[in-house]
């Protein structure tokens, strides 16, 4: 039983849905969201207050800017894609805390929550704590 409940704090520990992700972005200014895929696919649609960090990008360079002291949550596409898997592994090792987003964009979507980028979908509108 004790080894079942440390499962299931550790999974909640590095993951998180799509409404507790909103939830976070209303009352958190401390969660920064990554879109860890390529340029093209932030560029048509993203989760709004999103940096777009593609995974293959992630090094020690291209993350000097960002505050250590935040939590980075990271998406991709969804099920079939594991760039978010990538980056938060690229992330963690260098020493940031670090969150997957489980469902990624499509998960977001599905729950009804708004995108921007081009081909932007209408939804629930974060009201930002940021």
């Known amino acids: 039983m004790e080894e079942q409940i ?3 704090e550790n999974k909640l520990a590095y993951e998180m849905d799509p409404a507790d992700l909103f939830e976070s972005l209303e009352i958190d200014d401390s969660i920064v969201v990554v879109d860890a895929r390529q340029s093209f696919g932030y560029e048509k649609e993203h989760i709004p207050t999103a940096i777009n960090l593609p995974q293959r ?11 250590i002291s935040k939590t980075y949550v990271c998406y991709c596409d969804g099920i079939g894609c594991n760039a978010s898997t990538k980056g938060a592994l690229k992330l963690a090792k260098l020493g940031f805390t670090v969150k997957e987003l489980m469902g990624g964009i499509e998960w977001w979507k599905f729950d009804g929550y708004a ?3 081009a081909k932007s979908t209408q939804g629930t509108a974060i009201q930002c704590a940021c």
């Open 115 to 117: 995108t921007e980028g």
């Open 57 to 67: 990008e992630i090094t020690q360079e291209s993350t000097r800017d960002l505050d």
């Open 6 to 8: 440390k499962f299931y």
